[in-house]
């Protein structure tokens, strides 16, 4: 997941087993974690470690990008404890390992990756599932983590091989809703339901182009550049409020301008609802495609 080997002693069903002797880059164990003195939901800095509260689900401790402790509330299911820790606690740790991670989900179109990033509810799952149902692979859905060649090219990893759709979107798309396993288990839970990726290998492509999603009556697509485009890359960061409490902002800026520079990027108006779905996505995709065999288009100025 996201290029990292993670060994842990919580049964994680959504990632990839791998067979391999090597040491991981991140190690996750069961074991108490002190609450800190201030208890609220949410991220603290606690003796050289971040510290999730997460209430009635576990608290979580984040050290140097490696190591994760997980205190789970007693009687919680695994599976809640589960979403938060390849959520929000892996992306505290994307940051202190100085990674780059954006609310987007990326999909493979000519060999290249394609992101897509918006706000919460803006549709990135929804598509992704279009885009497998054709049988374009997805490499990643929610978190995508950019690295960078030493030439500067950004590259795109697998991250959790799996898509979180609301009932409707499955219902809409021809799935059974019963085929799959609700995402957070509770009675005001959001409906949401985790369906896995058709191919679950790690992936490691080329960052190709980006379109951020937004609201609008119709369909359109047009170029961001300049300051526009790293305020929207910033804006999309992946739990973006915790580069302060880290205190990686310098580098989480550089990394921010390194992609703009290489990328070109797109903000894609369309309509909300599943009615325009096809035809918005297939226009998308039809953009995608003439923008990556056009060379000249592959860097921004």
């Known amino acids: 997941m996201f290029g990292l080997r993670v060994r842990s002693e919580l049964d994680l069903p959504e990632l990839c087993p791998l067979d391999t002797a090597a040491e991981p880059d991140v190690t996750v164990k069961v074991g108490s974690v002190p609450a800190p003195a201030d208890a609220r939901p949410g991220v603290h800095l606690q003796n050289g470690s971040l510290i999730l509260v997460t209430p009635g689900v576990a608290i979580y401790s984040i050290e140097e990008g490696r190591a994760i402790t997980v205190d789970p509330a007693p ?23 100085g990674m780059l991670p954006l609310h987007a989900n990326a999909v493979e179109v000519k060999g290249k990756a394609v992101l897509f990033m918006g706000k919460s509810g803006a549709g990135k799952s929804t598509l992704a599932a279009w885009f497998q149902d054709r049988g374009r692979r997805v490499i990643t859905d929610d978190v995508c983590v950019i690295e960078f060649a030493e030439d500067g090219q950004p590259w795109v990893r697998t991250g959790v091989p799996r898509l979180r759709l609301w009932r409707e979107v499955l219902t809409a798309t021809g799935r059974d809703v019963a085929d799959y396993e609700r995402s957070f288990i509770g009675e005001s839970a959001p409906d949401k339901y985790d369906v896995p990726f058709v191919d679950r290998h790690d992936i490691r492509l080329p960052l190709g182009a980006i379109y951020l999603l937004e609201r609008a009556d119709s369909l359109g697509i047009k170029r961001i550049t300049g300051l526009a485009a790293l305020e929207a890359a910033f804006a999309n960061t992946y739990r973006g409020s915790y580069v302060g409490k880290i205190g990686t902002s310098h580098a989480h800026w550089s990394a921010i301008v390194k992609l703009v520079r290489r990328t070109p990027m797109f903000r894609a108006e369309r309509c909300w609802g599943l009615d325009e779905l096809d035809d918005q996505s297939a226009s998308l995709l039809s953009h995608a495609e003439e923008i990556l065999a056009n060379g000249s288009e592959s860097r921004c100025a």
Do not use: D, T
Not at 75 to 97: A, D, E, I, T
């Open 75 to 97: 009687g919680v299911p695994k599976r809640n404890v589960r979403l938060y820790l390849l959520g929000s606690v892996f992306g505290l740790m994307l940051h202190q390992r």
